[in-house]
């Protein structure tokens, strides 16, 4: 089985999350939607509703799981035998810091390859921060979000 683990805050999850997913399913027979937890970080969503949005967004994918670790990444594949991780790439700002974390990660694991999907033109400039500054704001954030989610108002 070829297993792979998109990590990620997804604070909140969006369209071009959603994408690199349903992509993803193209190339892998799994994908764990890992939900990375930083202490010092300060979320806009809580955990729980972090692990709702994403299944909700999947509900019909039995292939998608959605899980939460803490701890390096790199060690959660190998936790969860994932031969593969999954990245998105937006701009090529993304690209030097995804590829310099993917040299680190191959260097502590070789048994684990770090596959970059190109988000596409038309959700390239979706992120997540631009996403929770919209909702900080009170701005409608729906045409970002997958089509299953609803931000209580």
């Known amino acids: 089985m070829k297993r ?11 369209k071009g999350h959603e994408e690199l997913v349903k992509r993803g399913l193209e190339l892998f027979d799994e994908i764990i ?6 202490a010092n970080k300060k979320y806009l969503f809580s955990l729980e509703e972090r692990i ?15 899980e939460s670790y803490d701890g390096l990444t ?16 937006r701009t090529s700002a993304d690209f030097e810091f ?12 070789p048994s684990v390859e770090t596959v970059f999907l190109i ?7 979706i992120s997540s921060s631009i996403v929770r500054d ?3 704001n009170k701005g409608d954030a729906s045409p970002f979000l997958p089509s299953g989610i609803q931000l209580k108002s």
């Open 4 to 14: 792979a683990i998109f990590p990620g805050s997804f604070d909140p999850l969006t």
């Open 33 to 38: 939607v890992a939900i990375g937890t930083n």
């Open 52 to 66: 709702d949005f994403i299944q909700k967004t999947f509900h019909n994918e039995p292939r998608v799981k959605v």
């Open 74 to 89: 790199i060690e959660y594949c190998k936790q969860r035998e994932a031969q593969f991780m999954l990245r998105g790439l």
């Open 98 to 109: 995804e590829r310099a974390i993917a040299q680190i990660n191959k260097e502590m694991m």
């Open 119 to 125: 988000t596409s033109a038309e959700l390239s400039a």
């Open 134 to 136: 919209i909702i900080k």
